[in-house]
């Protein structure tokens, strides 16, 4: 009889191999079917697919509850999308879930975004931490231009920080003109780069880490010439804006918000800044047509029609 954990093997094994999906995913889709297989052991649940129907589903659900919303929802996706390859590949009849009705509502939040002042104290704290290292050879030196090239590239592109970690040397161009990103769904897109300070901080980066570029492919390196990891650039992004003086809980995923909603104010089309982010869809990218409160300011009182009400009251006493 088959079980739960033969069949996520070979629902990894197809993902992996057949999908071609990244290695985030499957780690992902691992852990997520790794911890209801714990549920299952814990609470005394066979372990056989024929046995796990709606009922088990929902006790599962209902131990997800005081989960955050949007990790519930990536929960039961995975494990959806392992049943769904379950019927397809006829090793069970019928897909519980089918037989369940699931709705998880999120908050709508706005994206937090960082005004184009705050970005320039961090970046001003950056290099002026460069500035005051004494000796270029030492590693200090090293790690805070590689900091600088991040701070840069994130603001120049808007990518993702797993997009950055793992960029490789290869698809960054000669001279810096573009970079090509991999991005969710193994699906790439070229950015190019058209900004002179971001593209001496990345020369500038790639001179100082040239041997462990070489040595590695990757082009964001740690001290364990190893690629840099998702949460070093989080850290690192909190120590310079905690060196700007600036108290917003800032991630690497604020400049992605700040690079759209600042090229959104001004005036570039959705569709662009959709590809710029690798929005699959232009919904996800609509939730940067929010407008902060100095744009809405401006608008009010240049666009605003009871200025041409004014105009008008002005000619007819005239």
Same mark, same amino acid.
């Given at each position: 009889?088959?079980?739960?954990?033969?069949?996520?093997?070979?629902?990894?094994?197809?993902?992996?191999?057949?999908?071609?999906?990244?290695?985030?995913?499957? $780690?992902?889709?691992?852990?997520?079917?790794?911890? &209801?297989?714990? &549920?299952? +052991?814990?609470?005394? +649940?066979?372990?056989?697919?024929?046995?796990?129907?709606?009922?088990?589903?929902?006790?599962?659900?209902?131990?997800?509850?005081?989960?955050?919303?949007?990790?519930?929802?990536?929960?039961?996706?995975?494990?959806?999308?392992?049943?769904?390859?379950?019927?397809?590949?006829?090793?069970?009849?019928?897909?519980?879930?089918?037989?369940?009705?699931?709705?998880?509502?999120?908050?709508?939040?706005?994206?937090?975004?960082?005004?184009?002042?705050?970005? +320039?104290?961090?970046?001003?704290?950056?290099?002026?931490?460069?500035?005051?290292?004494?000796?270029?050879?030492?590693?200090?030196?090293?790690?805070?231009?590689?900091?600088?090239?991040?701070?840069?590239?994130?603001?120049?592109?808007?990518?993702?920080?797993?997009?950055?970690?793992?960029?490789?040397?290869?698809?960054?161009?000669?001279?810096?003109?573009?970079?090509?990103?991999?991005?969710?769904?193994?699906?790439?897109?070229?950015?190019?780069?058209?900004?002179?300070?971001?593209?001496?901080?990345?020369?500038?980066?790639?001179?100082?880490?040239?041997?462990?570029?070489?040595?590695? /492919?990757?082009?964001?390196?740690?001290?364990?010439?190893?690629?840099?990891?998702?949460?070093?650039?989080?850290?690192?992004?909190?120590?310079?804006?905690?060196?700007?003086?600036?108290?917003?809980?800032?991630?690497?995923?604020?400049?992605?918000?700040?690079?759209?909603?600042?090229?959104?104010?001004? /005036?570039?089309?959705?569709?662009?800044?959709?590809?710029?982010?690798?929005?699959?869809?232009?919904?996800?990218? $609509?939730?940067?047509?929010?407008?902060?409160?100095?744009?809405?300011?401006?608008?009010?009182?240049?666009? +605003?029609?009871?200025?041409?009400?004014?105009?008008?009251?002005?000619?007819?006493?005239?």
């Amino acid at each position: 009889m088959n079980t739960i954990i033969k069949a996520s093997e070979d629902f990894i094994f197809h993902c992996r191999f057949e999908k071609g999906l990244s290695s985030k995913t499957i $780690q992902s889709y691992s852990s997520d079917i790794n911890q &209801f297989i714990d &549920f299952l +052991h814990s609470n005394s +649940h066979s372990i056989k697919l024929i046995e796990i129907d709606k009922f088990v589903l929902k006790k599962y659900l209902q131990l997800l509850s005081d989960w955050k919303p949007k990790t519930i929802k990536r929960k039961i996706a995975t494990l959806k999308a392992l049943f769904n390859f379950l019927e397809f590949e006829d090793e069970i009849k019928v897909n519980p879930f089918r037989k369940i009705r699931i709705q998880i509502k999120e908050s709508k939040t706005l994206p937090s975004v960082l005004n184009i002042s705050d970005v +320039h104290k961090i970046f001003k704290s950056a290099y002026n931490n460069r500035d005051r290292v004494s000796s270029q050879e030492s590693y200090t030196f090293k790690e805070i231009t590689r900091d600088i090239a991040i701070l840069e590239l994130l603001f120049a592109t808007g990518i993702r920080v797993s997009e950055l970690c793992s960029l490789e040397a290869k698809n960054i161009s000669p001279n810096f003109a573009s970079i090509l990103v991999l991005g969710k769904g193994n699906k790439e897109r070229s950015i190019q780069i058209c900004n002179q300070e971001t593209i001496m901080a990345l020369k500038m980066y790639q001179k100082a880490f040239k041997c462990e570029i070489n040595q590695t /492919g990757y082009f964001f390196i740690n001290k364990l010439c190893k690629p840099i990891s998702d949460q070093s650039v989080r850290f690192m992004i909190k120590k310079y804006s905690r060196l700007a003086k600036i108290e917003k809980n800032i991630t690497p995923h604020t400049f992605r918000h700040t690079f759209a909603t600042l090229l959104l104010e001004e /005036g570039v089309d959705l569709i662009y800044i959709q590809h710029l982010l690798g929005h699959s869809s232009i919904m996800t990218t $609509q939730i940067y047509t929010h407008v902060n409160h100095v744009m809405q300011k401006k608008i009010l009182r240049s666009k +605003h029609p009871r200025k041409k009400m004014k105009m008008l009251e002005e000619i007819q006493t005239s």
